[in-house]
Structures are given as structure tokens and as C-alpha cells.
T-cell receptor, first 117, second 111 residues
């Protein structure tokens, strides 16, 4: 089974621009979660999508948004980039059974390294 | 909001020494997961604990879930250089589905 893929792997943008990151989950997985990882803040949860609906959301400003398509692929968008948005953005997929008490392990992709200049 | 605190933030050991990282939650968890992230890599799932007081072993790694389901630990016996990396715990609050990660413990080893 192919793993989680993320594109692009590296990205350099300037302040004020916007960026779209893409994530393809493991085949059959319906849940996709996004995380921001920085040296100072660790892994911060952004949001989770399940069957094209946002199911959970972290404490990030509205500049961070996402969506999920019918094939479970997900995109994350950051508008009006700030220097502090420089980070590794990780996508993770899981089976994400709706309503289950235990969603199970998350399979992480390699991440997109975003640098904002 | 829910917080998952993990200590220590850094740990440096001599190869062959033991290592332990601790995770504490402000609220009761339905389950807790542990991940390992090698330098330059992405987090990889190690294990999930669900039951109160649960103990699981994977070779030299021992995972525990507290009786109150608010704390957990990972203990590595006789560390090897392949154990280098950052270990994260991630807890899921009862009734919720969001996974909250601890800050991670970065393990470095002197061969």
C-alpha cells in the first residue's frame, strides 16, 4: 500500500502571498489531519477532515483553511503569509471511523517544508 | 483547552543507559498514542494504549497508561544509537476525536 504523499516537499514564499499544500492519504483512509511543526511549538493540530467535512479544528487563525475532496485527497491553504508561518506542515491519514472511540494510528506523510521570506 | 505535557524536553544518554519520557494530561484520555520521529523524518506510530493501567512491550520499549488515564510513560531499556529521535505522546480526550500531541522528548545518544 502506498503511503501518505504530500506535495510540494519544499516551498519558498514571501510575506503576503498565499500557498496551497496537497495531501493524498493512504488508499481507503477517510480521515486527513493537518499539523504544523515548528522547533518551538512542537506539533500543533490545524484541522481534521472526514468524508469531505471538517470534523475538528485547532486554534489557528482563519488564514489557515482546508478542504477534502470526494477521493479523500486534502488541500490546505494559508493566505496572507507571515514570517511565523514558516514550518513543516504534516498531513496524516487514518481510517477515521465516524463515531468510533478509537480512531487508531495516524500515518504521517513526509511533510511540506514552507519557508516564508 | 486540553493540554498534554511531556517531560523532559531533551535527554542525552550514553549508549546502553535507560531512557524514560513522561506524558501528563489535564483531562482524562480515552486513549494515548506514542510516535517516534527520526531527525529529518516524520512521526511514525509506535503504539496505542486504551485501557486503564495498561502496559505494553515492544522489545526494549515499555509503554504504560496510568490508572486514571491521565498519564503515560515510555521506557527504553539499554538504549542503542538507533533509538535516537524525538518521542511524542498524543492523547485523545474522552468523547472527542481530536488528537493532542505533547511537545516531545528529543533523545540523543553518545555511542
Amino acid at each position: 500500500k502506498a503511503g501518505v504523499t504530500q506535495t510540494p516537499r519544499y516551498l519558498i514564499k514571501t510575506r503576503g502571498q498565499q500557498v496551497t499544500l496537497s495531501c493524498s492519504p493512504i488508499s481507503g483512509h477517510r480521515s486527513v489531519s493537518w499539523y504544523q511543526q515548528t522547533p518551538g511549538q512542537g506539533l500543533q493540530f490545524l484541522f481534521e477532515y472526514f468524508s469531505e467535512t471538517q470534523r475538528n479544528k485547532g486554534n489557528f487563525p482563519g488564514r489557515f483553511s482546508g478542504r477534502q475532496f470526494s477521493n479523500s485527497r486534502s488541500e490546505m491553504n494559508v493566505s496572507t503569509l507571515e514570517l511565523g508561518d514558516s514550518a513543516l506542515y504534516l498531513c496524516a491519514s487514518s481510517s477515521g471511523l465516524a463515531g468510533g472511540p478509537s480512531i487508531g494510528e495516524q500515518f504521517f506523510g513526509p511533510g511540506t517544508r514552507l519557508t516564508v521570506l | 483547552g486540553q493540554q498534554v505535557m511531556q517531560i523532559p524536553q531533551y535527554q542525552h544518554v550514553q549508549e546502553g543507559e535507560d531512557f524514560t519520557t513522561y506524558c501528563n494530561s489535564s483531562t482524562t484520555l480515552s486513549n494515548i498514542q506514542w510516535y517516534k520521529q527520526r531527525p529529518g523524518g516524520h512521526p511514525v506510530f509506535l503504539i496505542q494504549l486504551v485501557k486503564s493501567g495498561e502496559v505494553k512491550k515492544q522489545k526494549r520499549l515499555t509503554f504504560q497508561f496510568g490508572e486514571a488515564k491521565k498519564n503515560s510513560s515510555l521506557h527504553i531499556t539499554a538504549t542503542q544509537t538507533t533509538d535516537v529521535g524525538t518521542y511524542f505522546c498524543a492523547g485523545r480526550v474522552q468523547g472527542a476525536q481530536k488528537l493532542v500531541f505533547g511537545q516531545g522528548t528529543r533523545l540523543t545518544i553518545n555511542p
